[in-house]
T-cell receptor, first 112, second 112 residues
Framework: SQTIHQWPATLVQPVGSPLSLECTVEGTSNPNLYWYRQAAGRGLQLLFY??????ISSEVPQNLSASRPQDRQFILSSKKLLLSDSGFYLC???????????FGSGTRLTVV | GEDVEQSLFLSVREGDSSVINCTYT??????LYWYKQEPGAGLQLLTY?????DMKQDQRLTVLLNKKDKHLSLRIADTQTGDSAIYFC????????????FGQGTTLQVKP
């Protein structure tokens, strides 16, 4: 069966520190992969998506970046975190449009 | 661009029916989705409806689609306290990327 793993679940980082969040998918090949951010009390903002290895599309200009070094691995990074980067980060994958997305359990990032 | 709108809050009593409404802008959306997010968790796909359908029923859930008005609703029969969560409406974007456009989410509060 297909599963998605996202870690860590919670992270507290100081301003200016680097960030690396990892997401891996099991049980499927060539998925579309997505990173979303959910600020407190708000909806979901699409940050990046990828339809293949090494292919990244950015939706919102910011100090975050994403990479897809392997088919089922999607990484969200930052060289220097800002306070405004705090939020709940969700990874998701999809294969067939009618099934929508499957989301990971999320990472709660607090930048202090 | 595409936009999805939902009311932010709904409060019902246990045992009543809940109706969560959503409007969308992209008439070419193939699928429309309802997701549920419990506190601190990722999003869980509840149900989806294909754009050539008017209604879909799945146990306590009924989805109604009015394509003319671009209106989607989710009815939960016999609402339980465990249904308390944030419900997101989503549509597929007009491109071929599989991206979903989410509404802001409706917080459903179920009072005992």
């Amino acid at each position: 069966s297909q599963t998605i793993h996202q870690w860590p679940a919670t992270l507290v980082q100081p301003v200016g520190s680097p960030l690396s969040l990892e997401c891996t998918v099991e049980g499927t090949s060539n998925p579309n992969l997505y990173w979303y951010r959910q600020a407190a009390g708000r909806g979901l903002q699409l940050l990046f998506y990828s339809i293949g290895i090494g292919q990244i599309s950015s939706e919102v200009p910011q100090n975050l970046s994403a990479s897809r070094p392997q088919d089922r691995q999607f990484i969200l990074s930052s060289k220097k975190l800002l306070l405004s980067d705090s939020g709940f980060y969700l990874c998701a994958w999809s294969v067939q449009r009618r099934f929508g997305y499957t989301f990971g359990s999320g990472t709660r990032l607090t930048v202090v | 661009g595409e936009d999805v709108e939902q009311s932010l809050f709904l409060s019902v009593r246990e045992g009543d029916s809940s109706v969560i409404n959503c409007t969308y802008t992209d008439s070419s959306s193939t699928y429309l989705y309802w997701y549920k997010q419990e506190p601190g968790a990722g999003l869980q796909l509840l149900t989806y409806i294909f754009s050539n359908m008017d209604m879909k029923q799945d146990q306590r859930l009924t989805v109604l689609l009015n394509k003319k008005d671009k209106h989607l609703s989710l009815r939960i029969a016999d609402t339980q306290t465990g249904d308390s969560a944030i419900y997101f409406c989503a549509e597929t974007d007009s491109g071929n990327t599989g991206k979903l456009i989410f509404g802001q989410g409706t917080t459903l509060q179920v009072k005992p």
